[in-house]
């Protein structure tokens, strides 16, 4: 079996992807009130602060700084997958393992975790995130996405409302995952 090495660090900020088992799925989008209750339902139970996210259809980036005591994101991630599992009709395949281990069909198991290093780091992520639903050809400004912290950044006067431009096709490659 893998062993899978994470860093954990009390007080850390890290960058987070986490992905629906159906990459084809828009079930985040379709049923974004869930997820946001199920969101709230995490951060009620183990505080954390959102530093930047952006949900699309099928998988989720954000960065998140823990509390100073607290390195236990996997807690969090778990507590949010199976809140918004929980809201969600029984209806998706499940494979023989998952089933062997009651487990739904909704999320892929794992996720991609970052610590983030410096300034530098949170920036290119923070920029990432904001720019992704525009290379994924969602939309063609990044203010135009509809669950994206971006607003609030811009409210805060941090980014102007036409930060990213208007984007062609295969634009933002300068991002890359």
């Not at 100073?68 to 807690?75: G, I, L």
């Not at 983030?116 to 290119?124: C, G, I, Q, T």
Request: negative net charge.
């Amino acid at each position: 079996m893998t062993t899978y090495r994470r860093l954990f660090i009390p007080g850390g900020t890290y960058f987070f992807t986490v992905a629906l088992a159906d990459r084809s799925s828009s079930l985040l989008t379709e049923r974004i009130d869930d997820l946001r209750a199920a969101y709230r339902y995490a951060h009620d139970r183990h505080p954390f602060e959102t530093v930047a996210m952006v949900v699309l259809p099928e998988h989720i980036h954000c960065i998140w700084t823990l509390p100073e005591d607290d390195a236990d994101y996997p807690t969090r991630w778990r507590l949010l997958k199976t809140a918004f599992s929980r809201r969600i009709p029984a209806l998706e395949p499940r494979s023989n393992s998952r089933q062997a281990k009651h487990e739904r069909g909704i999320w892929q198991r794992r996720y991609w975790e970052h610590a983030v290093r410096d300034e530098e780091d949170l920036l290119r992520h923070v920029d990432y995130i904001h720019f992704n639903p525009v290379k994924h050809g969602y939309v063609g400004r990044v203010g135009d996405w509809p669950y994206s912290t971006f607003p609030r950044f811009v409210a805060r006067g941090w980014f102007p409302e036409d930060w990213g431009g208007d984007a062609p096709n295969g634009a933002g490659e300068e991002f890359g995952e």
